[in-house]
């Protein structure tokens, strides 16, 4: 099973990738990253992707411009691919 992480979680992208992977049974959102950590589906929504410590196959960034510096040091911190 392909586990991910959506950054941007709470946003109009950030939901259709999250409702897509619940119609996938091969892909999990083990968490969110957004400014709002409001969580709105079934994974953990965090300000800061380094609050998530459980396992993920890669990150989706469909954030603001703003976050890449924190999602880089998360990618190379954890070994997690940011896409």
Do not use: Q, T, W
């Not at 959102?29 to 400014?35: K, M, S």
């Not at 709002?36 to 890669?58: Q, T």
Request: net charge negative; charged share 20%.
């Amino acid at each position: 099973m392909l586990k991910l992480i959506i950054s941007g979680a709470n946003g109009h992208m950030g939901r259709a990738v999250a409702r897509l992977a619940a119609e996938n049974p091969d892909v999990e959102i083990a968490a969110g990253v957004d400014l709002c950590a409001e969580r709105y589906g079934a994974f953990p929504v965090f300000i800061d992707p380094m609050e998530f410590y459980g396992k993920a196959d890669a990150l989706i960034d469909f954030s603001a411009p703003a976050a890449l510096d924190m999602l880089l040091r998360y990618s190379a911190a954890r070994k997690v691919p940011l896409v």
